[in-house]
Each structure stands twice: as structure tokens, then as C-alpha cells.
């Protein structure tokens, strides 16, 4: 029983302690008997590892993302030795499951294993990786299954407002604004598949990364097993090209039974290599990048037009996007936009006060404090190098960066680089209960 000295105050909050200095595990780097690199992260409480296998050529690099994912999943649907059940059953009975990650310039496997059954689980992973049949049946399955997903996509506004907006900031043939149509992905075949399967998962073009609790005998197996394959094909090249933005700045969808309109807006922005990058981060988080942000106090709290509004800063290889996303009423359309580009320019010229500004650096740390959660989220940090480009430095520098982040500097930022002049927004919705936008 709890004293009555002990006793809680609720009424009163806990003190909040300030962030000390936070270290990052450096990862261990092994070179295998082919040459493909192993990243290892040894931080794990259990019996327990993660390996990502991460190939050149992702989605922005294909002619068909529709195919890149069909030949991925088809790859364990059957080999040489074994079938797709007796795959699964491996997988099942040993305790591991897959999963795929596709990047706009990398495909990668997932495979989750307990230590003392790698030897059993990975050498039939990598056997689907080297000859899969890709059985007619399962392909034809798997691809009725993203053609009705797609199908799917296409009604649902916050998919269409989205696609549209890659198409504004990045250009109509541009291979980050591709979409596939449904037609389409039914005229992959096979033969598109293999081609595929035979570009992309090469020794020569893999990069591992391992976490948990590993031991000499994991290293072993993974040399003996991954460090041994060979190919004397080059791996795919990544496919940049510049962002080429369309003259038209706002396109509106009309979907004629939508009970709410979803809207995107974007800004071209800078790449990650740029030095004001983690600071513009910041200055986006402030606007709208978490739950006490401007546009969710302003659209959310305080004027009700939607339950929920977010932006953010991407750093593609091909250059940096700022976005803010928001569904609301179709009537409510035409203010939130007026209300978003508001906030903007609120932001350059209404200085963040100090309440505000301990509030986001708290946020930000915590979100930076969460990337020592385990070892798999450490592994994420580094993974995030080859797939985004992130430098070495940058968890150090997101710290640095955080700790001189000045109201100032965020006025600065958002007047540079935030010009609502060149907001792009796409809005799908139904357009005969939006009031007119021009």
C-alpha cells in the first residue's frame, strides 16, 4: 500500500528533463567473400536478428513499379527445389516472416529470425532469390490482386490527390509521377517478371544490413550463404532526373460521390545535401509536423475543418519536396487552402515564441531519441543512407542543428525557401460542393 506521503499529486506535471547528448551505436562493418558489404548493429536483449537484403533499382528505376512488386513476391512462390507451401511452411514452422520494402531507388528483403533457426530459414531465402520458377498460376493470382488494388486506389481521393500532385511538382513523365494503369499491370507477363528478377537481384548491386543479438556463427552463415553467390552483369543504374515542375498550379479532381475532398500541397524545396536542410526540417515540423504544430492548432482546433493535417520534408534523390496533406468537407475546400497559405506566411513574419519553440524542440528530440529504440530502429538510421542519402553526420547533426534552432532562424528558413507562389495543389473531391477557388 502506497503511503500517503508517496501519493501522486496529479494536479501538478513532472518536471521535464532536458535531452543530454545522445550517442548513436556505430555499426560494424564485414566485408564478404564477394565483396557485398555487411552492415551489423550487435545491440539486441534477445535470441533474435533482422537481415535486409537491398538491391539497386527501385521504383523510380523500372518501367512498371506493378512488375517490381509482382516479381518480388512471386520470387517465393516456388524454385527449382522447393514450392511456395513448403517455402511458407519453412518460414512458418521456424518462426520467421518476410516482408518487402520498395525505395524509389532500392528494393529490399526483410527476413526476421530467431538466432537458433537462421541456418534453417536463410539458405531457402536466398535460394528464391537465385532461381524462381514464377509459377503461371501465382502470377496471374498476385496479379489480379494489385490490379484490383489499384482499381481501389482510383476511388479513394486522397490516392488521387496525391498521384496528381507528384505530376505537378515533378513533371508529367517523370519518373516519380508515374501511374500504372489498371490495363496496364494486366499486360505485365511473365517474361517482363524475369527480366526483372535478372537486373535487380544481383550479388553485385546487394548491400546488407544485419541487427539483434548477432553472433560469429550468423556471419558465418550469411558469408556462406550470400557471400558466395556471383554475377557478371553490372547492377541497374539509378534513374535521376531533375524535378521539372508543371506550369499548372492547381488541378482539381472531380469525383462526383465524394463525401470529402483530400488536398495536397507542395513546394520544390532543396536536397538533403544543402546545409539549411535539417533546419527547413525544423521549420516545416513547426508549421505542420506534429499535433501542437500552426496548421493543426489553426485548421484543426480552432476553425474544425478537418480532424487532421500534416507536413513534411522529403529529401528525394532528385530534389526536396515540402508537403502538406488534409482531407476535410468539400465545402470547406476553398478554406483551408486560404487558412494553409495563412499559416506560411504567418511563419516568416509572427515569431515563434518560447513556449512554442521548447515545445517542437521537445517533439523533434523525442522523435530523435526514438531512433535508439532498439536495434532495428538503429539499423533503420543507417539503412536511411544508402535508400535517402542521409550523411554519416546526420544524427549528429539533426542534434546540433535542434539545440541553435532559433525563432529567427525559422522566420529566416520559411521566407527563403516557403513561397506560397509556388504552392502546387491537386484536390480531388466532389467539385459542385467546392466553392470557387480562383
Same mark, same amino acid.
Given at each position: 500500500?502506497?503511503?500517503?506521503?508517496?501519493?501522486?499529486?496529479?494536479?501538478?506535471?513532472? /518536471?521535464?528533463?532536458?535531452?543530454?547528448?545522445?550517442?548513436?551505436?556505430?555499426? @560494424? *562493418?564485414?566485408?564478404?567473400?564477394?565483396?557485398?558489404?555487411?552492415?551489423?548493429?550487435?545491440?539486441?536483449?534477445?535470441?533474435?536478428? @533482422?537481415?535486409?537484403?537491398?538491391?539497386?533499382?527501385?521504383?523510380?528505376?523500372?518501367? %512498371?513499379?506493378?512488375?517490381?512488386?509482382?516479381?518480388?513476391?512471386?520470387?517465393?512462390?516456388?524454385?527449382?527445389?522447393?514450392?511456395?507451401?513448403?517455402?511458407?511452411?519453412?518460414?512458418?514452422?521456424?518462426?520467421?516472416?518476410? =516482408?518487402?520494402?520498395?525505395?524509389?531507388?532500392?528494393?529490399?528483403?526483410?527476413?526476421?529470425?530467431?538466432?537458433?533457426?537462421?541456418?534453417?530459414?536463410?539458405?531457402?531465402?536466398?535460394?528464391?532469390?537465385?532461381? /524462381?520458377?514464377? /509459377?503461371?498460376?501465382?502470377?496471374?493470382?498476385?496479379?489480379?490482386?494489385?490490379?484490383? =488494388?489499384?482499381?481501389? &486506389?482510383?476511388?479513394?481521393?486522397?490516392?488521387?490527390?496525391?498521384?496528381?500532385?507528384?505530376?505537378? #511538382?515533378?513533371?508529367? &513523365?517523370?519518373?516519380?509521377?508515374?501511374?500504372?494503369?489498371?490495363?496496364? *499491370?494486366?499486360?505485365?507477363?511473365?517474361?517482363? #517478371?524475369?527480366?526483372?528478377?535478372?537486373?535487380?537481384?544481383?550479388?553485385?548491386?546487394?548491400?546488407?544490413?544485419?541487427?539483434?543479438?548477432?553472433?560469429?556463427?550468423?556471419?558465418?552463415?550469411?558469408?556462406?550463404?550470400? $557471400?558466395?553467390?556471383?554475377?557478371?552483369?553490372?547492377?541497374?543504374?539509378? !534513374?535521376?532526373? /531533375? *524535378?521539372?515542375?508543371?506550369?499548372?498550379?492547381?488541378?482539381?479532381?472531380?469525383?462526383?460521390?465524394?463525401?470529402?475532398?483530400?488536398?495536397?500541397?507542395?513546394?520544390?524545396?532543396?536536397? @538533403?545535401?544543402?546545409?539549411?536542410?535539417?533546419?527547413?526540417?525544423?521549420? #516545416?515540423?513547426?508549421?505542420? $509536423?506534429?499535433? $501542437?504544430?500552426?496548421?493543426?492548432?489553426?485548421? =484543426?482546433?480552432?476553425?474544425?475543418?478537418?480532424?487532421?493535417? %500534416?507536413?513534411?520534408?522529403?529529401?528525394?534523390?532528385?530534389?526536396?519536396?515540402?508537403?502538406?496533406?488534409?482531407?476535410?468537407?468539400?465545402?470547406?475546400?476553398?478554406?483551408? #487552402?486560404?487558412?494553409?497559405?495563412?499559416?506560411?506566411?504567418?511563419?516568416?513574419? !509572427?515569431?515563434?515564441?518560447?513556449?512554442?519553440?521548447? =515545445?517542437?524542440?521537445?517533439?523533434?528530440?523525442?522523435?530523435?531519441?526514438?531512433?535508439?529504440?532498439?536495434?532495428? %530502429?538503429?539499423?533503420?538510421?543507417?539503412?536511411?543512407?544508402?535508400?535517402?542519402?542521409?550523411?554519416?553526420?546526420?544524427?549528429?547533426?539533426?542534434?546540433?542543428?535542434?539545440?541553435?534552432?532559433?525563432?529567427?532562424?525559422?522566420?529566416?528558413? +520559411?521566407?527563403?525557401?516557403?513561397?506560397?507562389?509556388?504552392?502546387?495543389?491537386?484536390?480531388?473531391?466532389?467539385?459542385?460542393?467546392? +466553392?470557387?477557388?480562383?
Amino acid at each position: 500500500m502506497i503511503k500517503e506521503n508517496m501519493k501522486l499529486n496529479r494536479a501538478i506535471a513532472p /518536471p521535464i528533463k532536458e535531452f543530454e547528448k545522445l550517442e548513436i551505436p556505430q555499426c @560494424r *562493418i564485414l566485408v564478404l567473400d564477394n565483396g557485398i558489404k555487411l552492415n551489423i548493429i550487435d545491440h539486441g536483449e534477445f535470441d533474435v536478428n @533482422r537481415l535486409t537484403m537491398s538491391w539497386n533499382g527501385g521504383a523510380y528505376d523500372v518501367d %512498371s513499379f506493378s512488375a517490381l512488386m509482382l516479381a518480388t513476391e512471386l520470387m517465393r512462390e516456388g524454385t527449382k527445389l522447393h514450392t511456395g507451401a513448403e517455402i511458407a511452411e519453412n518460414l512458418d514452422f521456424n518462426g520467421a516472416w518476410l =516482408r518487402n520494402n520498395f525505395h524509389s531507388h532500392h528494393t529490399s528483403i526483410v527476413l526476421h529470425s530467431l538466432n537458433n533457426k537462421f541456418d534453417s530459414v536463410l539458405p531457402i531465402i536466398v535460394e528464391t532469390i537465385t532461381s /524462381p520458377l514464377f /509459377p503461371l498460376k501465382e502470377f496471374e493470382i498476385n496479379r489480379e490482386k494489385i490490379a484490383k =488494388r489499384k482499381e481501389l &486506389n482510383l476511388s479513394k481521393v486522397a490516392y488521387l490527390s496525391n498521384q496528381n500532385n507528384h505530376q505537378l #511538382i515533378f513533371g508529367d &513523365n517523370h519518373p516519380c509521377a508515374k501511374d500504372e494503369t489498371v490495363e496496364e *499491370i494486366y499486360n505485365i507477363s511473365i517474361n517482363d #517478371i524475369k527480366e526483372i528478377q535478372q537486373n535487380i537481384f544481383l550479388p553485385n548491386g546487394c548491400e546488407l544490413f544485419l541487427a539483434g543479438r548477432i553472433t560469429p556463427q550468423i556471419e558465418d552463415i550469411i558469408n556462406n550463404q550470400l $557471400g558466395q553467390l556471383t554475377s557478371t552483369k553490372e547492377p541497374l543504374k539509378h !534513374n535521376i532526373i /531533375p *524535378i521539372s515542375p508543371s506550369e499548372t498550379k492547381l488541378n482539381i479532381i472531380d469525383v462526383e460521390d465524394a463525401m470529402q475532398s483530400a488536398i495536397t500541397m507542395s513546394i520544390p524545396t532543396i536536397p @538533403r545535401s544543402n546545409t539549411d536542410y535539417i533546419d527547413l526540417r525544423y521549420t #516545416i515540423m513547426a508549421l505542420g $509536423g506534429y499535433f $501542437g504544430s500552426r496548421l493543426m492548432t489553426n485548421i =484543426r482546433e480552432d476553425k474544425g475543418y478537418t480532424y487532421g493535417i %500534416s507536413a513534411s520534408l522529403l529529401g528525394n534523390w532528385e530534389g526536396g519536396v515540402a508537403t502538406i496533406s488534409t482531407q476535410c468537407d468539400n465545402s470547406y475546400v476553398k478554406q483551408v #487552402i486560404d487558412e494553409v497559405k495563412k499559416e506560411i506566411e504567418s511563419l516568416k513574419y !509572427n515569431d515563434v515564441d518560447d513556449d512554442e519553440l521548447n =515545445r517542437l524542440k521537445q517533439y523533434a528530440m523525442t522523435q530523435i531519441a526514438g531512433i535508439l529504440d532498439s536495434p532495428f %530502429s538503429i539499423m533503420d538510421y543507417y539503412e536511411n543512407m544508402r535508400h535517402v542519402l542521409t550523411p554519416p553526420d546526420y544524427f549528429y547533426s539533426m542534434q546540433e542543428s535542434l539545440n541553435n534552432l532559433t525563432s529567427e532562424r525559422i522566420a529566416t528558413l +520559411a521566407q527563403q525557401y516557403l513561397t506560397v507562389d509556388k504552392l502546387y495543389i491537386s484536390v480531388a473531391g466532389n467539385s459542385k460542393k467546392m +466553392a470557387n477557388m480562383d
